[in-house]
């Protein structure tokens, strides 16, 4: 059972940054590609970002490439979301979310989730 808690969140003004950070326990970190999701305000959770086990591959949603960055320290257990230029649509919960399918952007196939942190972006 792992269990993942997200920090980081708050409110920016658009234009701004905020780093997201994730901590991994009760697991194998490492055994785990690890994605983050987002769920704004009257929509479906969505995919934002995954990095693959070992760090070696990233994969973004459009809206987000060349603004978001996802890094992971295995040995600190932790997986991180560098969000740069921030737009008031980026506005949502943000979720943390493991997986033991090598790469992938399904939901149903992330098996642990954060409980989630507010990220909200003012214009």
């Known amino acids: 059972q792992v269990q993942l808690v997200e920090s980081g969140g708050g409110l920016v003004q658009a234009g701004g940054s905020l780093r997201l950070s994730c901590a991994a326990s009760?697991?194998?970190?490492?055994?785990?590609?690890m994605g983050w999701f987002r769920r704004a305000p009257g929509t479906e959770r969505e995919f934002v970002a995954l990095?693959?086990?070992?760090?070696?591959?990233?994969t973004y949603t459009d809206s987000v490439k060349g603004r978001f960055t996802i890094s992971r320290d295995n040995a600190k257990n932790t997986v991180s979301l560098q969000m740069n230029s921030l737009k008031p649509e980026d506005t949502a919960v943000y979720y943390c979310?493991?997986?033991?399918?090598?790469?992938?952007?399904?939901?149903?196939?992330?098996?642990?989730w954060g409980q989630g942190t507010q990220v909200t972006v003012s214009s």
């Open positions: 979310a493991a997986t033991l399918s090598y790469s992938t952007t399904v939901e149903s196939q992330f098996a642990y």
């Open positions: 009760g697991g194998t970190f490492s055994a785990y590609s």
């Open positions: 990095i693959t086990r070992s760090g070696g591959s990233t």
